[in-house]
């Protein structure tokens, strides 16, 4: 089945400095990946919608510059969290979506906290 | 975007007893899906429900997706410690992005 392959599961950083996060899918190709930020006790709130080769398209509230996306490629798409502060501390998920297939595969999170 | 409400937000049973959680859509679902997760860990995928009248069970939990296809259910018999988490509907909307509603927390007390 379809996997998708998130990284890293947890990371710590400096309050300033910035943060990574890969999402790769594994053994299919996903035109279209998706962000998401989870804080806790409340739902996955949906950050922006990731394109291969395009601009990622940001859900209000989200601050693009801070939270930038690339999806380079029909495997990868990157989340990295700019200047980070301890309130982005948070769960973040992401999900990839099979070309012409219905239905979602979810990475395993990424939970960052910054100190 | 799509506004999925999901009631109760939190509740709390105690071991055995049945319990229910709805989500409602503000438009008409296409694909309904229940997950399953605890906080800061990954998305346990329960269930998915596309057609009107709908029904799926799995173990002790039934799903269920209403004719009108706006609201949903999940229902859980004889609860236990292990069904314990946070449980999210999802559904995706025209432009293809995929939105969970606003959770609900699930405590069962032995």
């Known amino acids: 089945g379809a996997v998708v392959s998130q990284h890293p599961s947890w990371v710590i950083c400096k309050s300033g400095t910035s943060v990574k996060i890969e999402c790769r899918s594994l053994?299919?190709?996903?035109?279209?990946m998706f962000w998401y930020r989870q804080f806790p006790k409340q739902s996955l709130m949906l950050m922006a919608t990731?394109?291969?080769?395009?601009?990622?398209?940001?859900e209000q509230g989200v601050e693009k510059d801070k939270f930038l996306i690339n999806h380079a490629s029909l495997t990868l798409s990157t989340l990295t969290v700019t200047s980070a502060h301890p309130e982005d501390s948070s769960f973040y998920i992401c999900s990839a979506r099979q070309q012409g297939t219905y239905g979602y595969t979810f990475g395993s999170g990424t939970r960052l906290t910054v100190v | 975007s799509q506004e999925l409400e999901q009631s109760p937000q939190s509740l709390i049973v105690q071991e055995g007893k049945n319990l229910t959680i709805n989500c409602t859509s503000s438009k008409t679902l296409y694909g309904l899906y229940w997950y399953k997760q605890k906080y800061g860990e990954g998305l346990i995928f329960l269930m998915m429900l596309q057609k009107g009248g709908e029904e799926k069970s799995h173990e002790k939990i039934t799903a269920k997706l209403d004719e009108k296809k706006q609201q949903s259910s999940l229902h859980i018999t004889a609860s236990q410690p292990s069904h314990a988490g946070i449980y999210l509907c999802?559904?995706?909307?025209?432009?293809?992005?995929?939105?969970f509603g606003t959770g609900t927390s699930l405590t069962v007390i032995p």
């Open positions: 999802g559904a995706d909307n025209v432009w293809n992005q995929f939105y």
């Open positions: 990731s394109n291969e080769g395009s601009k990622a398209t940001y």
């Open positions: 053994d299919f190709q996903a035109t279209t």
